[in-house]
T-cell receptor, first 115, second 113 residues
Framework: GAVVSQHPSWVICKSGTSVKIECRSL??????MFWYRQFPKQSLMLMAT?????????EQGVEKDKFLINHASLTLSTLTVTSAHPEDSSFYIC???????????FGQGTRLTVV | AQSVSQHNHHVILSEAASLELGCNYS??????LFWYVQYPGQHLQLLLK??????LVKGIKGFEAEFIKSKFSFNLRKPSVQWSDTAEYFC???????????FGTGTRLTVIP
């Protein structure tokens, strides 16, 4: 199957700083990528849909100014958590799909800890 | 609103026991259905998917799932589990042609050797 890679796998940052997480589709082009957040013992919650060359579509309740998404190329989307706070600590997962009626491939996730 | 329910939060089975994990969804339209597995420390992997056709879908590692449209269900089954099946299992649904994939809360399966 197709490979989606996230970097970094884990990051610890100080409160008030910003953190950038990268999501790459390694062997296919993805016009659309998705960012999820997973709290401990809970499901994945869709945060936003990242569209190449245009603005991301955010789900209700997700602050677009706090979670900046950039999809500058067909193989790269980035999520920047700005002015991070301890409550932003979570597991962030990206996914990409080859087309609207195909399966989604997931990155390995990024564990963010804000101290 | 779309939603996915997995009623079993944690299932503990002995090796060779049969498995059935429930998944019910709420969606007003044609759906695509998925089961993903997340082994400890690893990323989500697709077990099986349903788009159309035969409602009984066979996936990898001996798993299968049956789409029952009248019950809005897509239960996952395996006749004989192994210790290596210990993982978190997620049911997911999206509207046909739509982008957004909605996940259930997951079921943790622990298989005792």
């Amino acid at each position: 199957g197709a490979v989606v890679s996230q970097h970094p796998s884990w990051v610890i940052c100080k409160s008030g700083t910003s953190v950038k997480i990268e999501c790459r589709s390694l062997d296919f082009q993805a016009t659309t990528m998705f960012w999820y957040r997973q709290f401990p013992k809970q499901s994945l919650m869709l945060m936003a849909t990242s569209n190449e060359g245009s603005k991301a579509t955010y789900e209700q309740g997700v602050e677009k100014d706090k979670f900046l998404i950039n999809h500058a190329s067909l193989t790269l989307s980035t999520l920047t958590v700005t002015s991070a706070h301890p409550e932003d600590s979570s597991f962030y997962i990206c996914s990409a799909r080859l087309g609207p009626n195909t399966e989604a491939f997931f990155g390995q996730g990024t564990r963010l800890t804000v101290v | 609103a779309q939603s996915v329910s997995q009623h079993n939060h944690h299932v503990i089975l002995s090796e060779a026991a049969s498995l059935e994990l429930g998944c019910n969804y709420s969606y007003g339209g044609t759906v695509n259905l998925f089961w993903y597995v997340q082994y400890p420390g690893q990323h989500l992997q697709l077990l099986l998917k349903y788009f159309s056709g035969d409602p009984l879908v066979k996936g990898i590692k001996g798993f299968e799932a049956e789409f029952i449209k009248s019950k809005f269900s897509f239960n996952l089954r395996k006749p004989s589990v192994q210790w290596s099946d210990t993982a978190e299992y997620f049911c997911a649904v999206k509207g046909s042609g739509a982008n957004n994939l909605f996940f259930g809360t997951g079921t943790r399966l622990t298989v005792i050797p």
